[in-house]
C-alpha cells in the first residue's frame, strides 16, 4: 500500500506575464497553472455585485503517449467537466463579494500526463490563484483578503485488495476502484468522486481510502503553503 504521494515540485512565475502563475509536478504528472485578472465578470456575478473565479483545463496535444487533437484536448467533454471541477474546487474557499468587480481565470494546461491530472490542476491552480489575490491585495485592488483557505486534492485506489495513494497511469488504468477526493486545509470536503471500476467495495474498504487520502492531502499541503508563503 503506497503511504506517500508522488514527489511534488512547484516552479513559481513560470509565466512571467501572468498575475500568478506555477508549475505543479506530482510524479511524472506536470501541469502549468496560469491566472489571469480581468476587469469584467459574467452577467450573473454583476447581478450579485460579485466578483468570479473560474476555470480552464487542457491537454496538450503530446501530453500523453499519442497525440491528441488540439479542439478536442480543449473543448471535449471531459475537459470541460474537468475545469467545472476546478471552478468549483477554488470558489468553495474563496468569498468572491470581496475578490470586487473583477474575474479571475485559471489556466491549467497538462504538458505531461501520467496520472492524477485534474488533482494536479486544483493543487497548482490553487498556487497561482493564491499569487494572484496576492498581487491584488499588494496593489490594493482589494482591501480584504479572499481566500478562507487553501483546497487540495489527490486520487486514491484500491488494486488487487489494497488501497493505493496518489495513482499514476500503470495503478489508475487498473484499479478496481477509483476516488478522487478534494478537501479544504482545515480537514472538510469540497467534492468526492468515485466509482468501482470491477469490483464494488463496502464501508470499510470506502474508510480505507478516506484516510489514505486525507494522509496525502496533508503531504500536498505542505508543499503548496510553502510555495504559497505568507498570505495577508
Known amino acids: 500500500m503506497r503511504q506517500n504521494v508522488r514527489p511534488i515540485k512547484v516552479v513559481k512565475n513560470y509565466i512571467p506575464h501572468a498575475e500568478g502563475s506555477c508549475l505543479f509536478s506530482m510524479g511524472k504528472t506536470k501541469v502549468l497553472c496560469v491566472a489571469t485578472v480581468e476587469d469584467r465578470r459574467p452577467p450573473h456575478a454583476e ?14 496535444p503530446r501530453a ?11 473543448s471535449g467533454g471531459r475537459s470541460q467537466e474537468i475545469s467545472r471541477l476546478i ?4 470558489r468553495s474557499v474563496v468569498d468572491l463579494e470581496k475578490v470586487g468587480p473583477r474575474s479571475i481565470l485559471i489556466d491549467c494546461d497538462v504538458i505531461q500526463a501520467d ?5 494536479a490542476s486544483i493543487n497548482g491552480g490553487i498556487i497561482a490563484l ?31 485488495g489494497q488501497p493505493v495513494l496518489d495513482l499514476d497511469y500503470s495503478l489508475d488504468s487498473g484499479a478496481d476502484v477509483d476516488f478522487n477526493f478534494v478537501m ?18 463496502g464501508e470499510k474498504q470506502f474508510q480505507q481510502l478516506l ?5 496525502g492531502i496533508r503531504q500536498i499541503l505542505q508543499h503548496q503553503k510553502k510555495a504559497i508563503g505568507k498570505i495577508p
Open 130 to 160: 493564491t499569487m494572484a489575490l496576492k498581487k491584488l491585495y499588494r496593489e490594493s485592488l482589494i482591501t480584504d483578503w479572499p481566500l478562507k483557505q487553501i483546497v487540495s486534492a489527490v486520487s486514491v485506489g484500491i488494486i488487487g
Open 87 to 90: 471552478g468549483r474546487s477554488f
Open 47 to 60: 447581478e450579485k455585485n460579485i466578483g468570479w473565479v473560474s476555470a480552464e483545463y487542457a491537454m496538450l
Open 184 to 201: 479544504t486545509a482545515d480537514g472538510r470536503f469540497v467534492e468526492m468522486q468515485g466509482t468501482a471500476e470491477r469490483v464494488p467495495f
Open 115 to 119: 496520472g492524477g491530472t485534474r488533482t
Open 64 to 74: 500523453g503517449d499519442r497525440r491528441t487533437s488540439r479542439n478536442r484536448a480543449s
Open 211 to 215: 484516510s489514505l487520502a486525507k494522509r
